[in-house]
């Protein structure tokens, strides 16, 4: 019976020890101390006008109050705090980096902060205003992550005090007007077609997906690989977006905290259609000066009362006999107006110097708007219709009727839409010999040319 007991005792003893080697998972995350008694005595504006290209350590008592936007809640954000200065307009965004996860625990959405600036560092990191540690590579100073055990020495949430942060309404085309990292929210967008069945990230890797509207402007959306709804695939529907606004270079970027930012429940936006065809775009001038080959052109012509949209639209090149297209411009961008024409040169600079104006399109030598004379030219829509051409695919325009070398070639002011086939009497032809009917008068820029007039 004494056995027994010993053995209990032992055994409820052991059971003590393994139990207190056991972490609690269940514990409360200590919360850093409230100060309802600290003010801001400087702005985010006066704290971005402070740095002037390097990061350096801000030696003066200051402060400024913002409210957290960002939440590693979902695994998108990790080590970083955002925070903007007023619930709704902000004008600013700043980035805290911190050795802080997770942070949204410590600070949650919406929080009123402080954020004591003495003995941080400030930088910039492309568009975004960085506060934190310092870190050094190759001799450069730059942002780093502040210490967790720091962090609440410098980020000082108010006491039982919380914001409402409202995200700012915008569009893609008004996001030059909102405040960069910032909470802003898009209305009506969509991610597009070929977008459709892909997740929000591959695995591991930051992602980026592109969303746009109805009028197909777009936005990136830029995703961790380590965020929780990374496998997620993407929404099919339209609707509106909540994300921090971002920018690399001159690309635009959005972040969201979790996928409940996004609610894309509406239908998606109607089909634009941006291809069309017509055979009231034409070919109305070509130029190969005597005088100056930089000052050679091409000039289409839309003889229709409506403009029209060149999108997808190419302009081929034969050089002298060849049958295989030597060359081409994608004339994808281009809108010819009504009644008007499109001029396109391989040399921007010289053509505006000789001709007093800009060219419309500008384009490498060699292409197709290069040509000295003997090439041959179609003019290609959208679907692979031959719309018009000048010349004749596999001959030499040498000694032809089709050469327009060291002069120019002029359509008729009578036609009033494209050929797929070559007619000599829909064209004016001057060059250097007269054969073949056509005129023996080189041209001389600027005076024989009338880049942008038609008819």
């Known amino acids: 019976m004494k056995m027994k007991v010993g053995i209990l005792v032992k055994g409820l003893v052991m059971s003590t020890i393994v139990s207190a080697c056991v972490p609690n998972t269940g514990f409360d995350t200590p919360q850093p101390n409230c100060n309802n008694i600290l003010s801001a005595n400087?702005?985010?504006?006066?704290?971005?006008?402070?740095?002037?290209?390097?990061?350096?350590r801000i030696q003066e008592d200051l402060i400024i109050e913002g409210y957290v936007i960002s939440s590693d809640e979902a695994g998108n954000f990790f080590n970083e705090v955002y925070?903007?200065?007023?619930?709704?307009g902000p004008t600013k965004g700043l980035l805290l980096e911190a050795e802080l996860s997770p942070a949204y625990l410590h600070y949650p959405l919406d929080t009123k902060v402080f954020v004591k600036l003495?003995?941080?560092?400030?930088g910039m990191s492309g568009e975004t205003l960085k506060i934190g540690s310092?870190?050094?590579?190759?001799?450069?100073?730059?942002?780093?992550?502040l210490p967790a055990l720091k962090v609440q020495d410098h980020l000082i949430p108010t006491c039982g005090e919380r914001g409402s942060v409202v995200p700012s309404p915008t569009t893609i085309l008004q996001l030059d007007q909102a405040g960069l990292n910032t909470l802003i929210k898009l209305n009506d967008v969509e991610f597009g077609e070929e977008e459709l069945g892909l997740i929000y990230a591959e695995p591991q890797e930051e992602t980026i997906r592109v969303l746009q509207d109805c009028e197909e402007n777009k936005i990136e959306l830029l995703t961790s690989g380590y965020a929780d709804f990374q496998q997620e695939l993407l929404p099919e529907g339209k609707g509106s977006i909540t994300g921090i606004l971002k920018r690399d270079g001159e690309k635009y970027q959005l972040v969201i905290r979790d996928i409940t930012d996004l609610d894309f429940a509406n239908e998606r936006c109607p089909e634009i259609i941006t291809e069309f065809t017509s055979k009231e775009i034409f070919i109305s001038e070509l130029a190969d000066p005597d005088n100056n080959t930089g000052a050679r052109f091409v000039e289409l012509y839309n003889s229709s009362s409506e403009p029209l949209d060149l999108n997808l639209w190419t302009l081929r090149r034969y050089t002298n006999e060849k049958t295989e297209i030597s060359s081409s411009i994608d004339l994808s961008g281009q809108v010819i107006a009504a009644k008007s024409t499109l001029v396109i040169s391989p040399n921007a600079e010289e053509f505006e110097l000789v001709y007093g104006f800009p060219p419309d399109v500008s384009v490498s030598t060699n292409s197709p708007a290069d040509s000295n004379g003997d090439d041959n030219l179609e003019l290609v829509d959208p679907f692979g219709t031959i719309i018009d051409v000048f010349g004749v695919v596999g001959e030499d325009g040498s000694g032809t009727n089709h050469e327009f070398e060291d002069g120019r070639a002029l359509r008729n002011p009578e036609v009033t839409q494209g050929n797929p086939t070559y007619i000599f009497g829909e064209w004016i032809i001057y060059n250097d010999t007269g054969d073949a009917g056509t005129i023996n008068q080189p041209q001389n820029a600027p005076g024989d040319y009338t880049p942008g007039q038609f008819n």
Request: charged share 20%.
């Open 118 to 122: 003495q003995g941080l560092f400030l």
């Open 42 to 56: 400087t702005t985010f504006q006066e704290l971005e006008e402070m740095y002037s290209g390097d990061a350096f």
């Open 134 to 145: 310092s870190f050094t590579s190759f001799g450069n100073v730059s942002v780093g992550r």
């Open 83 to 88: 925070l903007q200065d007023k619930t709704e």
